[in-house]
Every structure is written in C-alpha cells, then in structure tokens.
C-alpha cells in the first residue's frame, strides 16, 4: 500500500487518520522539494514518532515508491495537503497502471489558510509561482487575472528569499499588495501595503503574495487589519 499523507501546516496538524496510517508503514519519506517548512524534520519525527527519509524530486518522480509498495506499506509525507503539486497526482496515476493500492489522506495548505487575509476564496483566478531561475511567466497570469477582477495568489518556490521575491513583483505590482508568512503556525505574519511598506519586512519561508482585485468593503476591512 502507498499513503500520500498531507502534513498540513505546522509539525502538528498531521490528522489522526494520518497517524494510523503512519504506524503500519514500514517506510516513511518526506517530500523535500516544494517548500521551506517553518519547522524541523526533528520537530515532526518526535510528533509521529518514526524517523523519515528525504525523497527529493528525483526520487519521487520515479516509480521506486511504487515499486516499494508493491512489497509492502510506505508512506510520502507531503507539507499542506498532499495533492497540490503535479508529481503527486502523477504518483497515484503510476501506481494505478501498476495495480497498486494507494491512499489519500487530506490536510490544510495554504490555499486554505489565505482566507484569513478575508480575502473571500472565490474570487481567486489562477495561482502562479516566481520560479527561482530568472522568468516573468508568472505576470502573464497576474495579467490574465486582472483583465477578470480576481485576486492573484502568487506562491514562491523553494529557496528564493524575499527582497529577491518582491523585486520580482515590483515588475508587474504597483499597487497594494498582501504578503503572508508561516500561514497556519503560531509565527504567522500577514501583512498589508506598498510595495515600499512591505520591502523591510522580516518575513521568513514559506511565504507568499496576493495581489488584490476590486475589493468587497468586508475584504477591505479585514486588510485593514494587517496595514503597518
């Protein structure tokens, strides 16, 4: 059996039905590839109780996790909830033309936690990424986005600081924007305004960016909020 586990967002949000799974694995990898967790593999070793290793992108895009659940009950702990990145939905495609058994088991992520900016979920249009290789695919969707009236959740990849982020989204960002940092942990940060405002801000990973629409005047006092 192959378990696809979302970790949720902090080293304790791990869901009961997660932990049960967890005690029949014989394996346990943790996906390390897609964010900066705002906590130690320690940290989380100690809350589940059984020691985890690494699967870098490599790994998980190749079939060994299937090839290994062929013998026996593994687990791929993933941050947030399990399926939002495509090698994850290609995983569980692999495991099918191969007959093997898998489970999902669901978690929060930050597409979840961003609804406490009250920005209303809704109207989101497309998510996009700043890469960490220099590439501005990710303004044509803010674009896009804009032309529609939707907010623009634009998420970070892994190793990418902040000032070299909003230099990024200087380029395409001129007014308010909202950023938010360790989303569902107890060092969360979530904050609101210009660019200048924004720039001299501590914020560590994972962290991201929402670029406002028209505003609902519930949305725009509940940012009010998080101004300086």
């Given at each position: 059996?192959?378990?696809?586990?979302?970790?949720?967002?902090?080293?304790?949000?791990?869901?009961?039905?997660?932990?049960?799974?967890?005690?029949?694995?014989?394996?346990i990898y943790l996906e390390n590839y897609t964010v900066?967790?705002?906590?130690?593999?320690?940290?989380?070793?100690?809350?589940?109780?059984?020691?985890?290793?690494?699967?870098?992108?490599?790994?998980?895009?190749?079939?060994?996790?299937?090839?290994?659940?062929?013998?026996?009950?593994?687990?791929?702990?993933?941050?947030?909830?399990?399926?939002?990145?495509?090698?994850?939905?290609?995983?569980?495609?692999?495991?099918?033309?191969?007959?093997?058994?898998?489970?999902?088991?669901?978690?929060?992520?930050?597409?979840?936690?961003?609804?406490?900016?009250?920005?209303?979920?809704?109207?989101?249009?497309?998510?996009?990424?700043?890469?960490?290789?220099?590439?501005?695919?990710?303004?044509?969707?803010?674009?896009?986005?804009?032309?529609?009236n939707t907010h623009s959740l634009i998420l970070v990849?892994?190793?990418?600081?902040?000032?070299?982020?909003?230099?990024?989204?200087?380029?395409?960002?001129?007014?308010?924007?909202?950023?938010?940092?360790?989303?569902?942990?107890?060092?969360?940060?979530?904050?609101?305004?210009?660019?200048?405002?924004?720039?001299?801000?501590?914020?560590?990973?994972?962290?991201?960016?929402?670029?406002?629409?028209?505003?609902?005047?519930?949305?725009?006092?509940?940012?009010?909020?998080?101004?300086?």
């Amino acid at each position: 059996m192959l378990y696809l586990i979302g970790l949720g967002l902090n080293e304790k949000a791990i869901s009961l039905e997660g932990t049960e799974a967890i005690k029949r694995c014989k394996r346990i990898y943790l996906e390390n590839y897609t964010v900066n967790f705002p906590y130690s593999v320690k940290e989380l070793e100690k809350v589940i109780g059984k020691q985890m290793i690494n699967a870098d992108r490599e790994f998980a895009e190749s079939d060994a996790l299937v090839q290994e659940a062929k013998k026996e009950d593994i687990a791929l702990l993933v941050y947030g909830s399990p399926l939002t990145a495509t090698t994850h939905i290609t995983l569980i495609q692999e495991a099918k033309k191969q007959k093997v058994k898998y489970e999902i088991i669901y978690n929060a992520s930050v597409f979840d936690a961003v609804a406490e900016t009250g920005l209303q979920l809704y109207k989101f249009g497309k998510i996009t990424s700043i890469p960490n290789f220099e590439a501005d695919s990710f303004s044509e969707v803010i674009k896009e986005n804009k032309k529609i009236n939707t907010h623009s959740l634009i998420l970070v990849d892994i190793g990418l600081k902040f000032e070299d982020a909003i230099k990024r989204i200087e380029k395409i960002a001129k007014e308010k924007i909202v950023v938010c940092s360790k989303l569902g942990t107890k060092e969360k940060k979530i904050f609101y305004g210009s660019l200048d405002e924004l720039k001299n801000k501590e914020i560590e990973a994972p962290f991201c960016f929402i670029i406002p629409s028209k505003l609902h005047f519930m949305e725009s006092e509940v940012l009010e909020n998080f101004k300086n």
